[in-house]
């Protein structure tokens, strides 16, 4: 597990963190992120936001999860946060 990986399992909690063949239900035009969070209120959201920024790791959001092959495909999609919880 990555650190970026441990500090947001750290902020959400395990239960609420995907990391490697777990996370490609959540790839983005086919690229599938390292790790996939489940914030569960804004406090988390920015918690996590920050940890990400630190790691300078791209971040998408994820809310239905409808319309994720559709637009302008990322140049790297490190974590998704899945607003699922929220």
């Given amino acids: 597990m990555s650190e970026l990986a441990k500090t947001l399992q750290g ?9 490697e063949d777990a996370t490609r239900r959540y790839a983005v035009d086919g690229a599938a992120p390292g ?16 940890a990400c920024s630190t790691a300078k790791a791209a971040v998408v959001p ?17 974590v998704v946060l899945g607003l699922g919880r929220m």
Avoid: C, N, T, Y
Wanted: glycine share 16%; net charge negative; no cysteine.
């Fill in 11 to 19: 902020i959400v909690g395990g239960e609420h963190l995907l990391v």
């Fill in 35 to 50: 790790v996939v969070v489940f914030p569960r209120d804004v406090e988390q959201v920015s918690a996590a936001l920050a």
């Fill in 62 to 78: 994820w809310g239905g999860g409808v319309h994720m092959g559709l637009g302008a495909v990322p140049r790297k999609v490190d």
